[in-house]
């Protein structure tokens, strides 16, 4: 469970660069709920799920996981509440290490220091079953560095890292748009099952409003750091890609296609 409540953040107050990227946001998942989150550059929907996992402090509200206050804690504190996905295949994997090696520092992140950090049997018995599950054939490569493998087979391991592991909370941050057409659809059908699968509770960023459409129960669109439309479960199966556009072009004031949402 996730909940935000009025929530804001400034960089560079008090100059000429001044941007008030988030503005007295509040926001509450529930256990299992999937929201995903749409809006143009600048909308602030990173700069939301940076203040969940903790790389931004924010300046005025309050943020709880799992109704334990995680507001003031650093980025490496929170590690054992949030996963995350990056847009970047290169990032939240070690390109140097083995798959194997990464699945066992990811099992253990957050855990305490005394752990073990080998890999047992038994260890490695699951990670064949949990990477099997991919159908990328990466059972067969636990020995392999990381750095070796594709975009894709990357993006999918490090989701399968940051979901295993059973967060509180998941944050996908346009994790499938570095990838072309094929590897995206892939590794967006492992994101529907693996969250599904795992009851995960999960904010995923996307430009892509057929994604965001089809992949949740909830969906929100940010403009100017602030939420500035939400649809539940009922009302999300009722919407279209030409209906986001429409809501989102009354805020702007201006008539949009879908590549002024996009860009």
């Known amino acids: 469970m996730l909940n935000i409540d009025h929530i804001s953040?400034?960089?560079?107050?008090?100059?000429?660069?001044?941007?008030?990227?988030?503005?007295?946001?509040?926001?509450?998942?529930?256990?299992g709920d999937f929201v995903t989150v749409i809006g143009s550059n600048g909308a602030g929907k990173s700069t939301l799920l940076n203040a969940v996992a903790g790389r931004y402090i924010v300046d005025t509200g309050e943020i709880s996981i799992d109704n334990k206050p995680v507001t003031k804690l650093q980025e490496y504190q929170r590690a054992r509440y949030v996963g995350r996905?990056?847009?970047d295949p290169m990032a939240g994997?070690?390109?140097?290490?083995?798959?194997?090696?990464?699945?066992?520092?990811?099992?253990?992140?957050?855990?305490h220091r005394g752990l073990k950090r080998g890999t047992t049997k038994e260890r490695r018995e699951r990670f064949v079953e949990e990477l099997r599950s991919l159908e990328l054939g990466l059972e067969n490569r636990l020995t392999a560095k990381v750095g070796l493998l594709s975009g894709g087979q990357r993006q999918a391991l490090s989701?399968?890292?940051?979901?295993?592991t059973e967060p509180s909370i998941l944050l996908l941050d346009e994790h499938t748009a570095a990838l072309d057409p094929q590897r995206a659809?892939?590794?967006t059908d492992l994101?529907?099952?693996?969250?599904?699968?795992?009851?995960?509770?999960?904010?995923?960023?996307?430009h892509n409003m057929e994604q965001a459409l089809?992949?949740?129960?909830?969906?929100?669109?940010?403009?100017?750091?602030?939420?500035?439309?939400?649809?539940?479960?009922?009302?999300?199966?009722?919407l279209t890609v030409p209906?986001?556009?429409?809501?989102?072009?009354?805020?702007?004031?201006?008539?949009?296609?879908?590549r002024a949402l996009l860009a």
């Open 214 to 238: 089809r992949l949740g129960n909830r969906l929100i669109m940010m403009h100017e750091g602030r939420i500035v439309f939400e649809a539940n479960a009922e009302q999300k199966r009722e």
């Open 191 to 206: 994101t529907e099952r693996i969250v599904t699968s795992g009851g995960l509770t999960t904010l995923m960023v996307t």
């Open 85 to 87: 996905v990056f847009q």
């Open 93 to 111: 994997t070690a390109p140097d290490l083995t798959i194997e090696k990464n699945l066992s520092l990811a099992l253990l992140r957050g855990k």
């Open 243 to 258: 209906l986001l556009l429409e809501e989102f072009a009354k805020i702007k004031g201006a008539q949009l296609d879908d």
């Open 185 to 187: 659809a892939l590794v």
């Open 9 to 31: 953040k400034t960089f560079f107050p008090g100059t000429i660069n001044e941007r008030k990227a988030l503005v007295d946001v509040s926001l509450r998942l529930e256990q």
């Open 159 to 164: 989701l399968l890292m940051s979901g295993f």
